[in-house]
């Protein structure tokens, strides 16, 4: 127990100058805009006076150490900054955001598991019968999928279950629970095809190992070779690699909260990017990278519990 | 078949020589008895064809004067073979002016992604101690970071241009290629002839690069295929978002979300450059995947 403490609290450590490079980062998409970065803060109608003002409160006449020290004492109070597109001014970025997150957590909870729900049985299914029909459609199918841009699925989606077969409902929430399906669907199935290929290829490799040899010349029942002993192994890179599914799903939200108008943090991103609503960019993606990084850090915990071995690396 | 003959020549004392020359012939001669790797590598050299054959081949012009446009959402005929975009551009000719946009800007970018990964990671790994603390740690940072987060925060706060489309996924994507050049560094400069040239008075600069890389290759190769179709695939979908291509630029991702709300009436808008799309994603991926089977089966299953 002592060994996965220490680890909790190394891990813990390692997570902080992640999170530093990460308001770095969006400390420094401000002085990247071209121009006068007080301008990329004021709202689209404005005075010189307004832009003063800015100038004056975020300190940009001060040295940039300074700034950088005041925008992260602002961070910690939770002080995004506020809104400057036309509809929204003045309302602070955090607000909007707060209200915007339980809708991506929602989908992309979902979506991971839609992703692990097909992925990992059927790269069971592949492994197990190797180079079968079975084994060469399922890959093909993950060969295609992981291939294909999410946008271009989620439109293709779209267009057979809502707009030809009229199922599903074709964007947004007012569907209710019926509409988080496509968007959560194509956020899950690029993710499926890598989960897919991963618990094929662990579950062949671990097929192979001298003691799957031994519990079969045992006399164990195949099942039970299989589903008690071999997947238990198998499934450790499977784990590894949840910490990476989470950044990748955070890209994909983005994406796929666009095609259909999704209203969570990816489509806010989006539209403040097509409104220069500059602190709002900032913020959201403020938000999604502290998101994945502890989402990262969560992975690396589970790991440890369940593969003692990394405990010590 | 004289100029054959000499071809086989050159690449028989090629392969003799050792080092980078002896994996570049490694690669043809075991590639081309694999099947993935001979089918992305045709769809790759068709898409590199029709990229520099685009100007010159008999098509209408991708972006057409206000004038010279013929009708909006026109269906696919012998005169527009993809159809008609809500402008009245012809899809097939910025189908196909798209893939030089997107060819370039991912190659681009990998390149940029290869030079700063290599000298990076070569560097940490080779000598090691606090140099490698600092750079690793560097390294790991991008690394955690979620790549396609970066590259949009990048591209929004520099603009819509194509070079700042390669900045952006060249920031968010070198990591990989830091950590793996690392990796095979620090293994490498273990071995005998490292020290046998060091030994002999060997300059750093030379030993890393003519000594060090060239036993990194096999895997860089790979890794930099499967980027390729990594890059293609983030350049699309920031253009797709309004934070890539300017907007004259034609560019698939940009064809895409242009035609989106005429799905229903007109999908050949989408459905063609979506096409494209995944077929030239999918040759790299191929590519990239068949490479890794035949120059290291360890590497199986080490995707990303």
């Given amino acids: 127990m002592a060994d996965l403490i220490s680890y909790v609290i190394r891990k813990l450590l390692l997570a902080i100058p992640v999170i530093f490079l990460a308001t770095f980062i969006v400390f420094l998409m401000l002085y990247l805009t071209p121009g006068d970065p007080a301008l990329a803060l004021v709202p689209p109608r404005h005075t010189p006076q307004d832009v003063e003002d800015v100038r004056e409160e975020y300190g940009f006449n001060d040295p940039i150490y300074v700034q950088y020290a005041s925008f992260l004492w602002r961070l910690l109070h939770g002080d995004l900054g506020s809104s400057v597109s036309a509809a929204t001014t003045g309302l602070p970025v955090s607000t909007m955001i707060m209200q915007r997150l339980p809708k991506t957590l929602e989908l992309m909870a979902i979506g991971l598991t839609i992703s692990y729900s097909m992925g990992i049985p059927l790269g ?9 029909l079975g084994d060469r459609s399922i890959m093909v199918f993950t060969l295609i999928t992981y291939a294909m841009p999410s946008f271009w699925l989620g439109i293709l989606l779209m267009l057979l279950f809502a707009v030809y077969l009229q199922w599903l409902p074709i964007s947004g929430t007012i569907g209710g629970l019926s509409s988080i399906i496509l968007p959560a669907m194509t956020l899950g199935l690029g993710n499926a095809a890598l989960t897919t290929r ?58 796929v909260e666009t095609v259909f108008s999704w209203p969570g943090i990816g489509m806010l991103i989006v539209d403040s990017i097509t409104k220069d609503d500059f602190p709002m960019v900032q913020g959201c993606i403020m938000v999604l990278a502290v998101f994945v990084i502890l989402g990262n850090l969560a992975a690396d915990i589970l790991y440890a519990f369940v593969d003692p071995r990394v405990r010590l690396g | 078949m004289r100029p054959r003959r000499g071809l086989n020549n050159l690449l028989i004392s090629w392969k003799a020589s050792g080092g980078f020359k002896q994996t570049v012939v490694e690669i043809l001669e075991r590639g081309r008895r694999n099947g993935m790797v001979v089918v992305g590598f045709s769809i790759i050299a068709t898409m590199i064809a029709l990229a520099l054959l685009a100007p010159i081949l008999p ?18 005929s012998t005169r527009h073979w993809f159809g008609t975009d809500n402008l009245g551009q012809d899809v097939f000719s910025r189908v196909i002016w798209g893939t030089r946009v997107s060819l370039a800007v991912a190659s681009m970018a990998i390149c940029f992604s290869l030079i700063i990964g290599v000298v990076l990671g070569l560097t940490a790994g080779y000598f090691g101690g606090a140099v490698d603390y600092i750079i690793a740690g560097t390294i790991d940072l991008f690394w955690t970071f979620p790549a396609f987060l970066l590259a949009l925060a990048f591209a929004a706060a520099l603009g819509a241009s194509l070079l700042n489309v390669i900045l952006a996924i060249s920031i968010s994507y070198w990591a990989g290629f830091g950590r793996l050049m690392r990796g095979q560094a620090l293994s490498v400069r273990e071995r005998q002839f490292i020290e046998a040239s060091r030994a002999l008075g060997a300059k750093h600069s030379r030993i890393m ?27 699309s979908s920031l253009s797709f978002l309004g934070a890539g291509t300017p907007i004259t630029t034609p560019s698939w991702g940009k064809m895409l979300s242009l035609g989106m709300p005429f799905i229903t009436e007109a999908p050949w808008v989408t459905t063609f450059p979506g096409i494209v799309l995944l077929i030239t994603i999918l040759g790299f991926n191929l590519l990239g995947d068949g490479l890794r089977d035949v120059l290291d089966p360890r590497m199986k299953g080490m995707r990303r």
């Fill in chain 2, 209 to 235: 690069f003519t000594h060090v890389m060239p036993n990194c290759l096999a895997p860089l190769i790979v890794w930099a295929s499967i980027g390729v179709a990594d890059a293609i695939t983030i350049e």
């Fill in chain 2, 59 to 76: 098509m209408a012009d991708p972006t057409p004067a206000q004038g010279d446009v013929d009708e909006p959402l026109l269906p696919p």
């Fill in chain 1, 124 to 132: 069971i299914y592949s492994a197990l019968r190797q180079n079968s």
């Fill in chain 1, 198 to 255: 991963m618990m094929r290829s662990s579950m062949l490799e671990v097929a192979r190992q001298d003691y799957v040899t031994q519990l079969r010349s045992r006399g164990l029942p195949e099942r039970e070779v299989i589903y008690k002993h071999a997947l238990k192994n198998a499934m450790l890179p499977v784990i590894t690699v949840i910490g990476l599914d989470i950044g990748w799903f955070v890209g994909g939200a983005v994406v």
